[in-house]
């Protein structure tokens, strides 16, 4: 892969503060992979601190490294690089247990990270292919709050997704 | 830990986002997950009714129930905006008019439901009968709705000879399949994002025309009622696109387009990158060059007719297929050698000189296919035959697949590939002149070869060959070697003939196994070696004559243990037999 030094552009950097006071300096071309931060840029144009008040450090840190992953991409596209990369997400969501899943996607959605949202979303829906609701209930710790008869009258409408 | 519900916690949008991902089955069962999930299934701004997935579970395939099934769902989503609005069915509902009325009032709300809905995607999949039958006004809704981004249809009856004229302004993608009734379609510049069209066997569609600019793929599939040779299959159509800049893919199939269709319009295809014309049995010449056609990288030709000249110049070609039979008065390929990456010839008659002209130079070809080539020899033979023969070389080339004779591959001075990586090789006629085959190529790992012998060939020359053409595979790690021969089945009396004819062709093996026919097992046989037996003293008995020439030394001189399973009692005592005399060391098990 050839570096990004060639580039002979300079390239701005921005400062992403978190809730938690940590701040990630990051070019510009890597951030605005997260629609809300392309936004902000566009908009204000000269403000290189950006607040971040709903993310966390921790997880912020996990966003930035996708974008950074995913930027390079744009720069150099081709068909190996786009292997690369489809590897390199599936081992990025491959152990996340189920709080750093969420924390990641609701930072990815307020954030707007579309692909990163996709991929997320990708994920949890492979959590649930193929289960049953007793099963489903179970990986994701869910509680029903039907009232007792409730659920066994919904299920009678679908009867044929519940076998 | 995990210990807290965190899917429940995510907002609705991402909820939906998931649901979107998954199929009805699995959406479905997340209603009855907890209150929260059953209000955001009941927002879930899609419909996927996949009535085969009923039909699975309950077994229930009565239209009234279909019907039933959709009013219900369209009902309690009434008021919501919809996204995606699909319907699978295979339920037929047959010769009844009671029947008939229910499904066509089925499909005309869930149209209606579509169109005030604002959905954005709406995918009707109707494989049963009758067909619907789409009455006037729904028809001018539908393809004039504000919302639709893709609309798929089929099993549509339009009514009579339909002229479709689609205004849509948002719609992305057009797909039509077996549909009736339907005349001609229009695709106009109101239909500004429009961008894939697709029309499979559509009746009596005989004209099409494109005026949107954005168009990028059009496939065109007419179903061939008549068969080959049929002077009643062809027809005239008319397919006009006025603005063809920005069209990337075109294919084909069974359109009768005509020269002049062909040499008007593809060369104003300045950004077409695939092309495939399948049996269009009109269309005798086609010339591609590199002024019009710089991007074409993929063309695929195939026709049952006679055609004329046929000459493709196109400067990026990549992948090319041609299929033809009988063959073109004259084909030249020889203007895209430089760039091909893929190439595909079936049946087609060639001379030595042709192959010298098209089919050198092929620096970055990697997949070579050529099947069912004859060769021309009557014209070659007084013409070339005392010119020197160069090979072939092909510098990029990892697979290689010939169905041809060995006399076409000899002719040409044979085959040089030094990176070929996978060689599939079939032969209708070996005989003793075929082996070995000309073809150098020393990387080669995984090789097939399928033979079928001249009749005329004995048991030992037909050894003989074979060990011959095996010579040149000695470097391979798998070798698959398919003996077709005009014989009695196999019985078992021939195995111990098979075993050593094997032994012959391969003569150190670790496992030898024979395919069973019907329902009988494989046979396994399994050889296990150890040292060179002492007894064996070179010049003595049988086994000098058996590998005296090779370098490496047989099984015979180092066989200790050999073992088989699923081989009847009979059989075993010859196997053993022939075991003991041909190898005193052995210890033999059966299992």
Redesign the interface.
């Known amino acids: 892969m050839s570096s990004s030094s060639t580039t002979t552009t300079t390239t701005r950097l921005l400062m992403l503060k978190a809730s938690d006071g940590v701040t990630f300096e990051v070019e510009e071309a890597v951030a605005t992979k997260l629609g809300a931060i392309n936004n902000m840029v566009e908009e204000e144009g000269s403000e290189d601190l950006i607040c971040l008040p709903n993310v966390n450090g921790k997880f912020l840190g996990m966003v930035l490294e996708w974008c950074k992953k995913h930027a390079n991409n744009n720069t150099n596209s081709d068909k190996g690089n786009d292997e690369v990369n489809k590897w390199w997400d599936k081992e990025f969501v491959m152990d996340l ?3 750093t ?2 924390h990641l ?2 930072a990815a ?1 307020y954030l707007s990270g579309t692909e990163l ?2 991929l997320l ?2 994920k ?2 492979s959590m ?6 007793e099963e ?2 179970e990986t ?7 009232l007792p008869g409730q ?1 066994e009258e ?2 009678k ?7 | ?11 609705e ?2 909820i939906h ?2 649901m ?7 959406v ?11 209000s955001m299934w009941r927002s879930f701004p899609v419909m996927d009714l996949d009535t085969d ?2 039909l ?3 077994g229930t395939s009565n239209p009234k129930d279909l019907f039933g099934f959709v009013v ?1 769902c369209l009902e309690r989503r009434r008021t919501s905006v919809h996204q995606r609005l699909r319907l699978k069915s295979r339920i037929w509902a047959y010769g009844y008019d009671e029947d008939q009325r229910l499904v066509n009032d089925m499909f005309e709300r869930i149209i209606n439901f579509a169109t005030r809905n604002r959905t954005k995607e709406l995918h009707l999949h109707y494989k049963g009968k009758p067909l619907y039958c789409m009455s006037m006004p729904i028809k001018s809704l539908l393809f004039s709705s504000k919302y639709l981004r893709s609309l798929r249809l089929s099993n549509i009856d339009f009514d009579g000879h339909y002229n479709l004229i689609l205004t849509c302004p948002l719609i992305e993608d057009l797909k039509l399949s077996h549909c009736v009734g339907l005349q001609s379609i229009d695709i106009t510049c109101a239909a500004k994002r429009i961008r894939a069209v697709k029309f499979k066997y559509c009746e009596p569609l005989d004209s099409i025309r494109i005026s949107s600019n954005t168009v990028e793929s059009l496939c065109w599939d007419v179903y061939d009622f008549y068969g080959w040779g049929n002077p009643d299959r062809v027809r005239d159509i008319s397919l006009n696109l006025p603005s063809p800049e920005s069209l990337k893919h075109l294919r084909l199939l069974n359109v009768d387009i005509t020269d002049e269709w062909f040499s008007y319009h593809v060369p104003q295809f300045a950004g077409l990158e695939s092309l495939e014309l399948l049996n269009c049995g009109r269309l005798k010449n086609i010339l591609i060059t590199g002024e019009n056609n710089k991007r074409l990288r993929k063309f695929l030709l195939s026709s049952n007719t006679d055609m004329e000249n046929v000459h493709i110049a196109a400067p990026n070609l990549e992948h090319l297929l041609i299929d033809q039979n009988p063959n073109p008065a004259s084909l030249s390929i020889s203007g895209c050698t430089s760039t091909l990456r893929k190439l595909e010839i079936l049946l087609f008659r060639v001379t030595g000189v042709w192959i010298q002209e098209n089919l050198s130079g092929l620096r970055l070809l990697e997949h070579l296919l050529v099947g069912g080539f004859s060769f021309d020899c009557s014209t070659d033979f007084a013409l070339n035959n005392n010119k020197p023969k160069h090979k072939l070389c092909f510098d990029s080339l990892k697979d290689l697949n010939l169905n041809l004779t060995s006399e076409l591959l000899s002719s040409v001075g044979g085959f040089e590939a030094p990176n070929l990586d996978s060689f599939n090789y079939q032969c209708d006629e070996f005989n003793a002149a075929s082996a070995p085959l000309p073809i150098v190529c020393p990387n080669l790992t995984n090789a097939h070869l399928a033979l079928k012998f001249d009749q005329n060939l004995d048991a030992s020359m037909l050894r003989r060959s074979l060990v011959h053409l095996l010579r040149s595979f000695g470097h391979c790690k798998t070798l698959s070697l398919f003996v077709v021969r005009d014989v009695r089945l196999i019985s078992s009396k021939d195995v111990v003939w098979l075993v050593d004819n094997s032994l012959w062709l391969v003569p150190r093996p670790e496992t030898m196994s024979f395919k069973g026919t019907g329902n009988m097992p494989d046979v396994i046989i399994k050889f296990y070696y150890g040292k060179r037996s002492s007894e064996f003293k070179e010049g003595k008995d049988c086994v000098s004559c058996c590998c005296s020439s090779s370098p490496v030394k047989c099984w015979r001189h180092c066989l200790s243990e050999v073992t088989w399973e699923n081989i009847d009692d009979w059989l075993s005592m010859k196997l053993k037999n022939y075991f003991v005399q041909n190898a005193i060391n052995a210890v033999i098990t059966i299992i």
């Open positions: 247990d189920q709080n899943l969420y996607l609701m959605d949202v996709d979303t990708e949890v829906a649930i292919r193929g289960k049953k609701v489903i209930r994701f710790k869910i509680k029903s709050d039907f659920e919904i299920r409408k679908n009867s044929w997704a519940f076998e | 830990m995990d210990v807290n519900d965190r899917l429940s916690e995510l907002p949008e991402v986002q998931i979107y991902s998954l199929p009805t089955l699995e479905t069962r997340m209603s009855v997950l907890s209150k929260g999930f059953l997935l009923q699975q579970t309950t219900s």
